[in-house]
């Protein structure tokens, strides 16, 4: 049947380890860049030191394990198998929350939250605030199945998710999320207003407000500067996804090199370091991700979501507001984010926000870059909802 929930093992033949050390080893290189810095992209140097790490020293099999120490889920939704993580707290009164990742992240971003949110106490927090945590793979993503048919777009993931949770037995939960999970989590709350008790958004996409024009504060200025340089200097990869998925796939599915750089790049970018990724996001968690991409062959089809979905979005981030969000929302705009809405812009389409900040450090992957600082802006969050 399909509702059936079935658990899932990670398991990854010597074979396969085999083939992608040979092909990392095969790497045909280009020449070097021709300027110091990352203008033109991953520099040689930084990718094939990585890439020398990923083939040689990189222990998947205990990475593996640590990861296979979460109870992982499978069920079809929608004619599609979707695979999960589902951590129940022992805290009878939890919080259901399904927590959404986007493009390039996964369920990988999570795994430094998951104790801090199901289990508070061991960590020092009040146990008000455990959750009961639903993590899903994107369609396309991990070990989901990859859609065989256009039509999978925020919108359609939305209702498997509220799906999801109902079979469960989550009938009222919050939904939370990032990226791809900010308008996925958006949409939950438009679809099912009746079965969430409100969003956590990180950031909530709303355009600027042209009525302020006149009275831009600093950081709306900022904000602004972040819209124009994006557009002009960072969203090559988005439009290449939006446009031809297909075409840049086949580099992605390909070589792991190409598949490196691909979303290496954007860790580097998006993340709130001081010239050193490693200072926030070590190399085995920058690879734990790359394997839920490069293991399934996700390069084409989790890209495919940009061509579904991305017009949309854009105009959330830079047209006009045509919708508006009624459930209760809280939001964290971090300072390294590619949006980052004034709470005056964002309360147009957001019509009921319970909590906002904008905290003094991290970036597109909060949960993963500063773990502690993510639980906290969560649970602030959903304190002013329960």
């Known amino acids: 049947m399909p509702e059936i929930v079935t658990p899932l093992r990670i398991e990854t033949s010597a ?3 085999a083939d992608l050390g040979e092909r990392l080893r095969r790497t045909r290189w280009p020449e070097r860049e021709t300027v110091g810095d990352w203008s033109q992209g991953v520099p040689l140097d930084y990718l094939q030191e990585l890439c020398r790490y990923w083939a040689e020293e990189y222990d998947w099999p205990a990475r593996e394990a640590r990861l296979n120490s979460l109870p992982h889920f499978r069920t079809e939704i929608d004619g599609i198998g979707i695979h999960f993580l589902h951590i129940r707290s022992s805290y009878p009164d939890a919080l259901p929350l399904v927590l959404t990742h986007g493009w390039p992240g996964s369920i990988v971003e999570f795994t430094k939250v998951i104790g801090p949110l199901t289990d508070p106490v061991a960590y020092g927090g009040n146990p008000d605030d455990a959750f009961h945590l639903v993590c899903p793979s994107l369609p396309g993503y991990g070990f989901s199945d990859k859609p065989a048919q ?5 919108q359609r993931i939305a209702r498997a998710w509220l799906t ?3 079979r469960l037995g989550y009938h009222r939960f919050g939904a939370a999320g990032s990226d791809w999970g900010t308008s996925i989590t958006t949409s939950i709350g438009q679809q099912g207003p009746g079965h969430v008790i409100g969003l956590h958004l990180m950031p909530p996409l709303a355009p600027p407000d042209p009525a302020t024009f006149n009275d831009l504060t600093e950081k709306e200025l900022s904000a602004l500067e972040s819209l124009r340089h994006s557009g002009e ?3 090559g990869y988005s439009t290449e996804h939006a446009t031809r998925p297909q075409t840049i796939g086949y580099a992605l599915v390909n070589s792991p090199a190409a598949l490196c750089a691909w979303i290496i790049e954007k860790f580097w970018t998006w993340t709130d370091h001081d010239g050193d990724l490693g ?3 070590s190399r085995d968690e920058l690879l734990d991700n ?3 991409y490069w293991l399934p062959g996700t390069g084409a089809s989790s890209v495919r979501l940009y061509w579904e979905s991305m017009a949309e979005v854009n105009n959330w981030i830079s047209g006009a507001v045509t919708d508006t969000v009624s459930v209760p929302v809280g939001c964290s705009v971090f300072p390294k984010e590619l949006q980052r809405p004034s709470r005056r812009w964002a309360e147009r389409r957001f019509t009921d926000i319970r909590y906002w900040n904008e905290p003094d450090r991290g970036g597109h992957f909060a949960a993963l870059e500063q773990p502690e600082l993510f639980v906290h802006e969560l649970r602030k ?3 002013a909802m329960r």
Request: glycine share 8%; proline share 4%.
């Open 15 to 17: 074979s396969d380890l």
């Open 150 to 154: 256009p039509g999978w777009g925020i």
């Open 164 to 166: 999801l949770m109902e």
């Open 233 to 235: 200097s960072d969203s």
């Open 279 to 281: 200072s926030v996001i």
């Open 290 to 292: 790359l394997m839920l």
């Open 381 to 383: 969050s959903f304190q």
